[in-house]
């Protein structure tokens, strides 16, 4: 399995680098692969993974449980108001 830091350190390593070479950055943990296009795709491809696996997060605005009044809204939810239409909680559900 794939770790969030092994991830971010391979893609911290992309962004700092000017020019690709042949060897990628022994840092970013995506050692001894044979070049610098598969170091991206491996890094891309593990990067991907991890935000599919990331629940989607649903604003208040958006969601079917939202009602505006004013400046706050209120959430028929959890009946009642949320911070603001910005604001979202675990039990958001896209309109």
């Given amino acids: 399995m ?3 830091e092994q991830v971010i350190k391979g ?3 992309l962004a700092q680098r000017q020019e690709p070479t042949a060897n990628p950055c022994k840092e ?3 050692i001894n692969r044979p070049n610098f296009a598969v ?3 491996d890094i891309a491809s593990d990067a991907l993974e991890l935000l599919k696996e990331q629940p989607e997060v649903v604003r208040c605005k958006d969601c079917k449980h ?3 009044d004013g ?3 209120m959430c028929y939810r959890h009946n009642g108001l949320s911070q ?3 604001w979202y ?3 958001g559900e896209r309109r």
């Fill in 89 to 91: 909680c675990a039990d």
């Fill in 2 to 4: 794939i770790s969030r």
């Fill in 84 to 86: 603001n239409a910005d």
């Fill in 39 to 41: 170091c991206v795709k």
């Fill in 66 to 68: 939202f009602e505006p």
């Fill in 11 to 13: 893609l911290e390593c």
């Fill in 71 to 73: 400046i706050y809204t």
């Fill in 28 to 30: 970013c943990g995506y």
